[in-house]
């Protein structure tokens, strides 16, 4: 099994930068894929970014420039660094794990953008 907890999350005005985080409870050598989604209200769920161990990463058309995944092997945490924040990115961001045959969630941290 693997426990995730994300974090940084919050308000923030249009065009700053957030950078959100996912902690996972074991080793993230170990898991095949990491990565993030998005659900605002009212929408469907919106695959951000994934990550994979061989490094490799594949982006959403919808984010591509403004949003970065990035690993802290050390710290068996998961970056997500977003820019230029927009309204429309507000929504409860959540990061999942790829383990085994198992797809693993946090508990999801919110962003809101003000305009």
């Known amino acids: 099994q693997v426990q995730l907890v994300e974090s940084g999350g919050g308000l923030v005005q249009a065009g700053g930068s957030l950078r959100l985080s996912c902690a996972a409870s074991r080793s993230i050598f170990t898991i095949n894929t990491m990565g993030w989604y998005r659900q605002a209200p009212g929408k469907e769920r919106d695959e951000l970014v994934a990550?994979?161990?061989?490094?490799?990463?594949n982006y959403g058309d919808s984010v591509k420039g403004r949003f970065t995944i990035s690993r802290d092997n050390a710290k068996n945490t998961v970056y997500l660094q977003i820019t230029s924040l927009k309204p429309e990115d507000t929504a409860v961001y959540y990061c999942?794990?790829?383990?085994?045959?198992?797809?693993?969630w946090g508990q999801g941290t919110q962003v809101t953008v003000s305009s």
């Open positions: 990550a994979f161990t061989s490094g490799s990463t």
């Open positions: 999942y794990a790829r383990y085994g045959n198992y797809n693993y």
